[in-house]
Nanobody, 116 residues
Framework: QVQLVESGGGLVQAGGSLRLSCAAS????????MGWYRQAPGKQRELVAR????????YADSVKGRFAISRDNANKNTVYLQMNNLKPEDTAVYYC?????????WGQGTQVTVSS
């Protein structure tokens, strides 16, 4: 099992930045893939970014060049999502996800609201 706790959401103006954190209950280097997803009202949950245990990353087209996923190599339990040049369409609840053999695990989500 993996427990995930997100933090760092909030209200920001368009063009601003936020950094989300996801604290896992065990080393993220033992987890196949860590990811960030988001869900806007009335829409399906979508992948934003993910990083494998080997360090490979991939991003949704809508956030490429603006968002960056990274791991805390010292802490080994935390994954970050740096979000720059935020747009109103980035408004959503952001969820941390861990993919392990026993299945996917989710955090409780953190709200990000971008005002125009």
């Amino acid at each position: 099992q993996v427990q995930l706790v997100e933090s760092g959401g909030g209200l920001v103006q368009a063009g601003g930045s936020l950094r989300l954190s996801c604290a896992a209950s065990r080393s993220i280097f033992s987890i196949n893939t860590m990811g960030w997803y988001r869900q806007a009202p009335g829409k399906q949950r979508e992948l934003v970014a993910r990083i494998t245990s080997g360090g490979s990353t991939n991003y949704a087209d809508s956030v490429k060049g603006r968002f960056a996923i990274s791991r805390d190599n010292a802490n080994k339990n935390t994954v970050y999502l740096q979000m720059n040049n935020l747009k109103p369409e980035d408004t959503a609840v952001y969820y941390c996800n861990a993919q392990v053999i026993t299945g996917p695990y989710w955090g409780q989500g953190t709200q990000v609201t971008v005002s125009s």
